[in-house]
């Protein structure tokens, strides 16, 4: 039976839980840095490579949103973004990578850091075993992760947001008023989707949200390393 109190869960509900963990992942040294435009190029690049992949694994686990899907709504929703980052999100990447001087057959090449693989089975493996919800809640680090990164780093006095900035257009990227739609969109549908869960069932789901985020961590972690 649901258990109703006086403020529905909500995705708040699972970061204030875990606030340690999200302030680490979202205000991480890797991000400090791409704000401060001091990151080591090697760094970044290594991210970049690194995620590449993980868009990859991203595009698998909307396939599997699909096939997850109860309704014709969720089915549209898992198609336009499987689409997004199929037809779209991919291609861009490619082309920011080849502006620093990586090519799409060194993409296609690449080993996974066991980072990669951690982070990405994690997402599948959770998206396999429980329902539609646990593969969005296992996604949210990412999604609304990036958005409220770049929000805060909008914030900070050490952001550098001009040409002198090399991550510049990065930062601009996820703090687009495209981006951050789309990751109030993702943040609405959780939203109603953890108002009508019961305590225990949010107990599993905020397990959940916390791995996927120490995860993230673990991920900008290894981009700050290899510079």
């Not at 609405?188 to 869960?197: K, P, V």
Request: net charge negative; with cysteine.
């Amino acid at each position: 039976m649901t258990q109703h109190t006086d403020a529905p869960f909500s995705l708040d509900t699972l970061i204030q839980r875990h606030e340690a963990s999200w302030r680490a992942y979202c205000q991480h040294e890797f991000v400090r840095q791409l704000g401060a435009g001091t990151l080591p190029a090697e760094a970044f690049r290594h991210y970049l490579k690194q995620d590449y992949l993980f868009l990859i694994h991203f595009a698998r686990a909307w396939g599997l949103a699909v096939y997850k899907s109860r309704d014709i709504g969720e089915l549209r929703q898992g198609c336009e973004s499987l689409k997004a980052i199929v037809d779209l999100e991919m291609q861009l990447h490619v082309d920011y990578c080849g502006q620093w001087g990586i090519g799409e057959t060194e993409l296609t090449q690449l080993p996974e850091a066991t980072q990669t693989m951690a982070y990405t089975r994690y997402v599948l493996d959770a998206g396999l075993r429980g329902d539609l919800l646990d593969l969005h809640v296992a996604l949210a680090p990412c999604l609304i992760g990036y958005a409220d990164i770049a929000l805060w780093l909008s914030d900070q006095p050490f952001t550098v947001r001009g040409p002198e900035n090399p991550y510049a257009s990065w930062l601009n990227m996820y703090a687009s008023d495209e981006f951050q739609a789309a990751a109030n969109r993702e943040r609405r549908w959780l939203d109603s989707r953890l108002a009508e869960q019961s305590a225990r069932r949010l107990d599993d789901l905020a397990r959940l949200f916390h791995d996927a985020t120490r995860l993230e961590i673990d991920f900008w972690q290894m981009g700050l390393d290899a510079g």
